[in-house]
């Protein structure tokens, strides 16, 4: 069975950091994209942060919105098969519940899309203070 475990939430005041980890389980690694996405009460689910690896071209494409782009980085340890979301100089925008998410070998354009993610984990919650 697919799995996400999804961590390392919590509540830190703007300017701050936190470090996301998703360990991911169940199937083959480098088939994936792993992606990183949040949800603000009364707001839709949007793509933060996703990762296409393919260990056998040695190509990684990565995707960020903009608003997170320069703050966050998303990186792999494929040997652990867990993703990160390293979050610097957090705002109170960031505030979310936010999950992560495989799917299957997702082209670029794709990356973004939570609909193209068939396994999700539970929410960790990040709660950036004023």
């Known amino acids: 069975d697919v799995q996400l475990q999804a961590s390392g939430g919590g509540l830190v005041q703007a300017g701050g950091s936190l470090r996301l980890s998703c360990a991911a389980s169940?199937?083959?690694?480098?088939?994936?994209?792993i992606g990183w996405f949040r949800q603000a009460p009364e707001k839709e689910r949007e793509g933060v942060s996703c990762i296409n690896l393919n260990d056998r071209r040695g190509d990684v494409t990565s995707y960020y919105r903009d608003s997170v782009k320069g703050r966050f980085t998303i990186s792999s340890d494929n040997a652990k098969n867990t993703v990160y979301l390293q979050m610097n100089s957090l705002k109170p925008e960031d505030t979310a519940v936010y999950y992560c998410a495989a799917g299957f070998n997702l082209i670029l354009s794709s990356l973004s899309n939570p609909v193209h993610y068939a396994y999700w984990g539970q929410g960790t919650q990040v709660t950036v203070s004023s």
């Open positions: 169940g199937f083959r690694w480098d088939d994936y994209s």
